[in-house]
């Protein structure tokens, strides 16, 4: 295939849907994964070619380990993937369910981990790849009523963090965006202010810094909403 390859996890909407609809502008053959298929179907129906959809639990070893493989057999190599699938449940730490509690960190984090595990070995061989993590500012400060989300931020962010240390000596990249609140569904049950973030103009900044500049590296940004500036 001469067209380069990007995973996208979550990509059934969000930012994950506005990272699958960039990258296919610039080219790239696109697999859109996420739980529900009619969505990834939604957000292909702009697509002519060069993509595919699989449905996937991140929060299962097993059926990421599939889905990873059959992506290799029936695509190719990645180049390019994105841990962008999250959840969030936003709550007083006291009144969090513990299925709310589990799923976070099945998804959030434990998600992220069993991914990337997936990819980086065929990464590592080859010597060349990007792992992009959509992290969230609650992975880099703590917040009111996200207490257990922020919790799941930040083991991601120490996972990625360390993960760039071990491929240190490689020419495969790690990147971690942090960013604010997104017109996204995630923000549905709280609030969405109308300052808040387009997830389009996100995607436009993370793809920016993780293209491939001579004697550059870009290991990590912050996108705040501008409201919040001085923060």
Same mark, same amino acid.
């Given at each position: ?69 059959a992506i290799k057999q029936e695509v190719g190599q990645i180049d ?24 976070m960190i099945d998804i959030n984090l434990k998600g992220t981990i ?27 400060? !703590?917040?009111?009523? $996200?207490?257990? /989300? ?5 083991? &991601?962010?120490?996972? %990625? @963090? ?26 549905? !049950?709280?609030?969405? $202010?109308?300052? /808040? ?5 996100? &995607?436009?900044?993370? %793809? @920016? ?16 909403n501008n409201k919040y500036k001085y923060i």
């Amino acid at each position: 295939m001469d067209a380069q390859v990007v995973v996208i996890t979550g990509a059934g909407s969000g930012l994950g849907a506005s990272l699958a609809k960039k990258y296919y502008g610039l080219g790239y053959y696109v697999c859109l994964l996420g739980r529900t298929r009619t969505k990834l179907l939604k957000i292909a129906k702009s697509f002519d070619d060069r993509y595919a959809i699989y449905e996937v639990d991140v929060s299962s070893k097993s059926n990421v380990s599939k889905v990873m493989q059959a992506i290799k057999q029936e695509v190719g190599q990645i180049d390019v993937f994105i841990n962008n699938a999250g959840v969030g449940d936003f709550d007083s730490a006291e009144h969090i369910s513990e299925q709310a509690i589990h799923q976070m960190i099945d998804i959030n984090l434990k998600g992220t981990i069993f991914c990337t595990q997936e990819v980086v070995k065929d990464m590592k061989k080859r010597d060349q790849g990007c792992i992009i993590n959509i992290i969230s500012l609650s992975g880099k400060r !703590g917040k009111i009523n $996200e207490s257990v /989300y922020s919790a799941s931020k930040f083991g &991601a962010r120490g996972f %990625i @963090e360390s993960l760039a240390l071990e491929l240190e000596q490689t020419k495969v990249k790690v990147f971690g965006a942090y960013m604010g609140n997104m017109k996204t569904e995630l923000w549905d !049950g709280a609030k969405a $202010e109308e300052s /808040y973030m387009d997830p389009d103009d996100v &995607a436009d900044i993370i %793809i @920016e810094n993780t293209i491939e500049r001579k004697n550059i590296v870009v290991e990590e940004i912050i996108i705040k909403n501008n409201k919040y500036k001085y923060i």
